[in-house]
């Protein structure tokens, strides 16, 4: 019997064991990374590129979520030189006010500048689109099932993700004193 695992934004889960890891997502990014040689793989949901220097999920971000994942893929015994990707969402369902913020896009670039600074083949994608997205990663065969979601759930997604994205702009936007230093503010490495 293989373990159903459903994780949500900033959450992540790797698996030498069999599983079916499932998520939900519009303008967020799920990757999942497999072995095909150790047959195991995990998947990860992230809303945003950046992180925030105090977020307390930092898996909630682009880099941090990446490293995270490798770093538990590795430990189950994947070779990083094994490893392939699978990414889903960057869905455009998401506005942020007046600052019309294109979070779908900055997460597609980011994971493919990331995918291919860490030499990780990237196998398939299903990226961009106006509709929510349903993934389900079967972590034994690195498979990945992957539907649009009816228009109906787009509102709930979208109010979803623009209640997490509101609490991290406005950590950003707090610390950074009104927006001043945005470019002169140090970087969470």
């Not at 909630?60 to 770093?71: K, N, T």
């Not at 779908?104 to 990237?122: T, V």
């Amino acid at each position: 019997m293989r373990e159903r695992v459903v994780i949500h934004i900033g959450e992540l889960y790797a698996s030498r064991e069999p599983a079916i890891v499932e998520t939900v997502l519009g303008s967020c990014i799920a990757a999942c990374l497999y072995d095909p040689v150790r047959q195991l793989g995990g998947m990860n949901h992230f809303l945003l590129p950046e992180a925030c220097h105090d977020d307390p999920m930092p898996t909630r971000y682009g880099v941090p979520a990446m490293q995270e994942l490798i770093r538990r893929i590795l430990k189950l015994g994947a070779s990083r030189a094994n490893l392939r990707a699978k990414v889903f969402g960057a869905a455009n369902v998401l506005t942020l006010g007046e600052m019309r913020l294109n979070v779908s896009r900055a997460n597609e670039l980011f994971i493919r500048e990331f995918l291919a600074g860490q030499e990780i083949p990237l196998l398939a994608e299903r990226l961009g689109g106006r509709q929510p997205l349903k993934v389900r990663m079967f972590t034994a065969s690195g498979r990945v099932l992957a539907r649009a979601l009816p228009d109906a759930e787009t509102r709930r997604v979208a109010a979803i993700e623009k209640e997490h994205c509101g609490a991290a702009l406005a950590r950003r936007w707090s610390w950074f004193e009104g927006g001043a230093e945005l470019l002169t503010a140090p970087k969470n490495e």
